[in-house]
């Protein structure tokens, strides 16, 4: 059975919100919008979002380093939210295993957000309905764009490629042969929900410089010593050229 996810791949991504901004435009225009913003820079924010980035803070100074990790719906195939769901609003499809919600049917009685161990529901304030990442399907299945544009907004607007779209059970599929030569991994397993992302680790590069490297060997005022050749009214253009 096909099963379309997203693999985001933690060692590129930089945490400029490109994914964010181009998901929340691209939903409030779709299907699945409006994304409504009652108060978004208040001090209690309200807003909608599909998918919304995490940065931390790892290590102790001065060995620190800075993790950006963006999260949405991870689209489980055991998916908790669809069985405590009272009216079926929230269902995962048979023909691409994306995990949808019926706005017509939805209640907003939070059940679906309980269930998550991921925190990937969203309460629209104004529609009183339960909200979430689509994987733009209404973008994906669009036979009037191009075969290229046919991904979820936030993969086509990544800078950095941090982000893959795919079948993950398709062996042979980008994201499948990312996942497995790159260490791929799903988030909290122990739920026993199998999330359908997954995430690229982290590969840190470590570098040995020796503290005479980190002297410039081009700079100029060591050509002859010129510090000590003023007397001679040369310029410093003379001794670049």
């Known amino acids: ?31 699945a919008g409006p994304l409504f913003d009652d108060n978004p820079f208040t001090r209690d924010p309200t807003g909608t979002f599909f998918n919304r980035v995490q940065t931390y803070e790892i290590g102790t100074f001065p060995n620190t380093e800075t993790l950006h990790f963006p999260k949405s719906c991870l689209h489980c195939e055991d998916a908790p939210c669809v069985p405590v769901c009272p009216t079926g609003a929230s269902y995962k499809r048979e023909n691409d295993g994306i995990v949808l919600v019926d706005y017509d049917k939805c209640i907003g ?40 544009d046919r991904k979820p907004a936030c993969v086509l607007a990544c800078p950095t490629s941090a982000r893959m779209f ?25 739920w026993g ?6 995430y690229l680790p982290r590969r840190k590069t470590r ?19 010129i510090r000590h050749e003023t007397s001679k009214n040369v310029s410093l253009d003379d001794w670049l050229m």
């Not at 570098?207 to 010593?225: A, F, G, M, T």
């Open 166 to 190: 795919g079948d993950v059970h398709d062996d042979q599929s980008e994201v499948s042969r990312a996942i497995r030569e790159d260490g791929g991994y799903q988030l909290m397993p122990e």
């Open 1 to 31: 059975m096909t099963q379309l996810a997203l693999v985001i791949d933690l060692n590129v991504c930089v945490g400029c919100h490109a994914c964010v901004t181009s998901c929340k435009q691209w939903n409030t225009s779709g299907s």
């Open 109 to 148: 009685c939070k059940y679906c957000s309980w269930s998550c161990p991921y925190g990937a529901r969203e309460f629209d304030e104004q529609q009183k309905v339960m909200k979430k990442c689509t994987l733009c399907v209404d973008r994906i299945y669009d036979e009037s764009l191009p075969e290229s």
């Open 207 to 225: 570098l040995n410089i020796q503290e005479d490297e980190l002297v410039r060997v081009d700079n100029p005022l060591k050509k002859e010593d």
């Open 193 to 198: 929900t199998k999330p359908s992302n997954h």
